[in-house]
């Protein structure tokens, strides 16, 4: 196809916030200073579960201290993210619990003038505490006799029994699975399990709130949607929204850790409360630690196929530890399901997830949603069916996948759309020459210490959770677009950046429609105040779905300067069109073949300030109709060591469909980033809690919760990234989403390169070196035997 | 509590800060002295967001006390150049799309001019090790270690 040519779009520019982040000028929540501000500290509890029994506070107030325990905080059970509708959240949890449900659960906190004497005030509150029995394993917590976390809790506004610890329990049937299953000429079936990944982002949780004279609060969060931290803060303190400003701050890495208003911020927002004075609270990396994690995976999968290759019935059955807060587990399971049915056509399909309550921290969304997980499973199964079949994996997949003109619930059952673009066989085709797909032996072909093998993998995600009829999740977005007196613009949106480009992608978006140079269009500072609802900078959204709303606002602005145009001109303003200047720094407005009727967007929005005609602006909310996936594909070569059981990746081509880039270079950047923590989930990552305790191994240190360093970290050479030639109908100019995407087929194209490498398949991740070696002894032994 | 004045040159700037026993240098230079470009990503030696040039030699400041520092010269990420005039590795990160969410970054920037101090034009395997201490979650730091090597050449000790 021909690309569309673009003054903006597409083209590598200097990131616009990199000389406040290099120049360390870029202020993130924990950096936030004011006047008066008093320093929290949190009491955690070490029991896995534990009633609170009573808490001392007369010594730590002796000391200057303002403390805060359960009975200084509403009683109302709030869900800390607002994303489902409300009848699709399941409330569990209020500002300080009576009950602790893992080690590190925050049950009472102090402020006081600095951080050291808040960590003294900390050590004076006494508390008596009742342990109770506690539970770890996701099947321990289904027996009958096991310790129970909640008798009930509320869905929505109804309150809902919990029965053997079963958070929520999903169910979704197409076709006939059984008959399906019967019609299959091979049926192959295992079982997949990844770790609890920790987020990892290098900034912890953190928030700084303000108290104001009116009765409301200023609140300065590490959150990935400011209106639903206003939201929820609004209902917790019966506070009126429009008392609560909460600002955007740049975020220090998120990864999904704050989709959710962190449980920091109620406790935060509830100290300066009681104070009457502004107070920051920052988590220790140990307390962040105890915060979230990735949703883990126990992933059952069962495929039937016809001799040819073609899928027949698909059965996927789920559990989900989700530890000891239900934060968006159904939501889950539904994107579970869509994951895994709109990878492959299956005319059969059956799906069944259980998220179970256990004693540990609460997981959330990370990077994905269940979409690395699941994929994995899918695309180990998927070269599986190729080795029984004889056939190349990617035949299967080009055989299978879901495309153009098809329909497509990656987002859960609710978010149907038809995919309008599509690059996956170019990825594949363009992949596999990279790589070197052709000189790829069997692994009987290998001998030796050291053994290679090549992989693929592919995966998709949704660019936000929007469609054409409204579902269980929200989905729109609002932008503000103006032209200011000099030319310049200003663009206003909740949107967050998580370092990926997206605001730098809608400055793009906007210079593009308005027809201004970039070095004249900015992203204002936004707070909930002066800012329409977004949803949440979530499900590689951003750019899609809050680009779209921006694309829009800069039309109708631009529409209203025409307007002013065309009475300076006397031409028809529908004739003008605007193009960029970068000389004159300037947006020239002009008609096209008629010299003389020219004007500058600076001369136009002069006049009509001076003559009092107005400003040209316009505010737009926005919903996208369509939830297009955004494609993506690694190949992937490894090298094992035997001896050791070591796997290190050696070679990667890491391919997106994202529609219309509009950041050449930060997509390639997300791509290799996405890639590196895939790997991570393939290789090395996990949270491992001692049963005795509950407590975590690593101890709160992050060297020993290891992520890889730029030592280790195996792929910093050789990678190629492309992206696939593609257009998205409904994108803000082609556009689509990248972001998760990036990650969510790195462990399947691991475990499918490990697989060909040494004949031996992995299904259980991080392939730890101790693991590997252990399997491989036992194969080699079963071999000689043999 | 007991505290000590302590004396230091901060980006160039004589500073003088009472300061505890137990204060460490992150601490003081945060909270007293408002560097805020020095991170704390743990608090505990693991992560390298608050490194801090001290005499010269990249140090994580949060391991450092702060009367350790007394007499000495302290240099953050602030100190290597401003938005006028960035340093090269403050302009190779950005042209080189080494940063993302910026955290880790004054981290990464002080280590990097450490190593090129020492190490003039170093490979990429002693790049990789010199930035080992300073961890990066969003870029995989093949970036990284493209725009330390980039910079090199336009750096100079005096930089």
């Known amino acids: 196809m021909v690309r569309k040519t673009y003054s903006t779009i597409g083209r590598t520019t200097r990131r616009k916030d990199g000389v406040s982040k290099v120049t360390g000028r870029e202020i993130f929540a924990s950096d936030v200073v004011l006047p008066q501000m008093l320093h929290a500290r949190v009491l955690r509890s070490p029991y896995p579960h534990a009633r609170v029994v009573s808490i001392a506070t007369a010594e730590a107030e002796a000391m200057g201290a303002v403390c805060l325990t359960p009975s200084d905080c509403p009683a109302w059970l709030y869900n800390e993210r607002q994303v489902s509708i409300p009848e699709k959240t399941y409330r569990d949890r209020t500002v300080l619990p009576e009950t602790a449900r893992h080690v590190g659960e925050g049950i009472a906190a102090v402020a006081a003038k600095t951080e050291a004497l808040a960590e003294q005030a900390l050590g004076q509150l006494a508390v008596t505490y009742e342990p109770l029995p506690s539970v770890f394993d996701p099947w321990e917590a289904m027996a009958p006799e096991a310790p129970r976390l909640y008798k009930d809790i509320f869905l929505g506004d109804v309150v809902l029994p919990i029965e053997r610890n079963i958070a929520c329990f999903r169910e979704m049937r197409e076709g006939e699975v059984e008959q399906g299953f019967r019609e299959s000429d091979v049926v192959v079936e295992q079982e997949f399990r990844t770790g609890r990944v920790y987020h990892h982002q290098m900034e912890t949780k953190g928030v700084v709130c303000r108290p104001e004279p009116d009765g409301g609060i200023s609140v300065w969060p590490t959150a990935q949607s400011i209106h639903n931290v206003r939201q929820l803060l609004g209902r917790i303190f019966n506070i009126p929204l429009s008392k609560i400003n909460v600002h955007r701050i740049p975020i220090g890495g998120s990864f999904g850790s704050s989709i959710q208003m962190n449980t920091c911020i109620a406790i935060c927002a509830a100290l300066a409360l009681k104070a009457g004075r502004p107070v920051r609270l920052v988590l220790t990396r140990e307390e962040d630690l105890y915060d979230h994690c990735k949703y883990p995976s126990l992933i059952r999968l069962k495929f039937g196929v016809k001799k040819d290759g073609a899928i027949v019935a698909g059965e996927m059955t789920t559990v989900v530890d989700i530890g000891a807060h239900n934060i968006q587990a159904y939501p889950l399971l539904g994107c579970m399901a869509g994951w895994f049915v709109s990878l492959y056509r299956m005319p059969h399909m059956h799906f069944q997830g259980t998220a179970v309550y256990t004693n540990k921290a609460p997981a959330c969304a990370m990077q994905g949603y269940g979409n690395p997980q699941v994929s994995f499973a899918v695309e180990s199964l998927i070269d599986v069916i190729a080795e029984r079949l004889n056939m190349d994996p990617i035949d299967v997949r080009l055989k299978n996948y879901v495309g153009l003109g098809e329909t497509f619930w990656g987002q859960g059952p609710t978010v149907r759309s038809v995919i309008r673009s599509c690059g996956v066989e170019e990825m594949l085709q363009k992949g596999k020459d990279l790589i070197g797909w052709e000189s790829r032996n069997r692994p009987e072909a290998r001998s030796g210490r050291f053994r290679r093998g090549i992989g693929v993998g592919r995966s998709f995600h949704t660019s936000g959770t929007g469609a054409p009829m409204s579902g269980e999740v929200i989905d729109y977005s609002t932008a503000l677009v103006k032209f200011n007196e000099d030319g310049s613009v200003d663009c206003l949106t909740p949107l967050m950046c998580h370092g990926g480009g997206t605001l730098e992608a809608l400055t793009k978006i906007v210079s593009e429609e308005t027809g201004v140079p970039l070095s004249k269009v900015e992203i204002s500072p936004a707070d909930t105040r002066s800012t329409g609802y977004d949803v949440c900078t979530h499900a590689t959204r951003g750019v899609y779905c809050g680009g779209a709303s921006a694309r829009r606002a800069a039309q109708q602005a631009r529409g209203i300067l025409l307007q002013f145009a065309s009475r300076i001109l006397e031409v028809n303003p529908e004739a003008l069109k605007i193009r960029p200047d970068e000389d004159l720094g300037q947006g020239v407005i002009y008609l096209e073949g008629a010299k003389g009727k020219s004007i500058t967007v600076g001369e136009v929005a002069k006049t009509a300030q001076i003559k009092s005609w107005g400003t040209a602006i316009a505010v737009v909310s926005h919903r996208q109709v369509n939830c297009p996936p955004c494609f993506v594909t690694n190949f992937i070569e490894v090298e094992v060591d035997t001896e050791t059981g070591r796997i290190r990746p050696v070679r990667a081509v890491a391919a997106v469909d994202a529609g219309t880039v509009i950041n050449p270079d930060l997509a390639a950047g997300q791509l290799e980033g996405g890639l590196c923590r895939g790997i991570g989930l393939a290789l090395l990552e996990d949270t491992d809690y001692d049963p005795r305790s509950g407590a975590l191994t690593c101890g709160g240190n992050i060297t020993d919760c290891k992520i890889f360093t730029a030592l280790e970290m195996p792929l910093t050479e050789d990678v190629a990234t492309f992206f696939a030639e593609t257009e998205e109908p409904s994108g803000p100019f082609g556009a689509k989403g990248v972001g998760e995407a990036a990650n969510n087929c790195t462990a399947g194209a691991v475990a499918n390169a490990v697989a060909n490498a040494l004949g031996l398949r992995f299904t259980d991740a991080p392939m730890l070196p101790e693991k590997v070696l252990a399997r491989w002894t036992d194969y080699l032994r079963e071999k000689r035997g043999a | ?159």
């Not at chain 2, 005039?85 to 920037?109: N, V, W, Y």
């Not at chain 2, 979650?137 to 910079?151: L, P, V």
């Open chain 2, 1 to 159: 509590m007991t505290t000590y004045p302590v004396r230091f040159l901060l980006n160039g700037t004589p500073v003088e800060v009472d300061v505890a026993a137990q204060d460490t240098l992150l601490e003081t230079l945060r909270n007293k002295l408002w560097a805020t470009e020095v991170k704390n990503g743990c608090g505990k030696g693991d992560c390298g967001c608050c490194a801090v040039l001290l005499d010269g030699r990249a140090v994580n400041s949060c391991l450092t006390l702060a009367v350790q520092a007394n007499g000495k010269e302290v240099v953050t990420v602030k100190g290597l150049g401003n938005e006028d005039d960035p340093h090269p590795l403050q302009e190779s990160f950005i042209r080189k799309g080494a940063i993302q969410c910026g955290f880790c970054t004054a981290g990464m920037i002080v280590s990097a001019k450490s190593l090129l101090d020492e190490n003039p034009r170093p490979s990429p395997d002693e790049i990789r090790e010199a930035v080992s201490g300073n961890l990066c979650r969003c870029t995989g730091y093949k970036k990284i270690i493209e725009a330390i090597s980039d910079a090199a050449p336009k750096c100079s000790p005096s930089d």
